[in-house]
Nanobody, 121 residues
Framework: QVQLVESGGGLVQTGGSLRLSCAAS????????MGWFRQAPGKERDFVAA???????TNADSVKGRFTISRDNAKNTVYLQMNSLKPEDTAVYYC???????????????WGQGTQVTVSS
């Protein structure tokens, strides 16, 4: 079965950094685009970043210049490096897979369970 398992979330102070990982299994990782989304309580699930099979990436405007998505196809893992964190970054972060790079949640067919990121003031 396809499995996506996020890790690396936690509590950090404003201005701090955190690296999230998403370990994939059960499919040919290198054939799929991967994305990161986040959802705060009572809010919509928002796009964060996505990367295609070859490493071409795009970020949401809200995280541009602060977050970097990357992937290691040899390790079946996608990463989200988060720097200069702000309280508004607090959310559950999810990784997901898609046949192509997309900012639309409906383009993704499998999702991880999420990892909590909390940024304190």
């Amino acid at each position: 079965q396809v499995q996506l398992v996020e890790s690396g979330g936690g509590l950090v102070q404003t201005g701090g950094s955190l690296r999230l990982s998403c370990a994939a299994s059960g499919y040919t990782f290198s054939s799929y685009a991967m994305g990161w989304f986040r959802q705060a309580p009572g809010k919509e699930r928002d796009f964060v970043a996505a990367i295609n099979w070859s490493g071409s990436a795009t970020n949401a405007d809200s995280v541009k210049g602060r977050f970097t998505i990357s992937r290691d196809n040899a390790k079946n893992t996608v990463y989200l490096q988060m720097n200069s964190l702000k309280p508004e970054d607090t959310a559950v972060y999810y990784c997901a897979r898609s046949r192509y790079r997309s900012s639309t949640p409906g383009s993704y067919d499998y999702w991880g369970q999420g990892t909590q990121v909390t940024v304190s003031s």
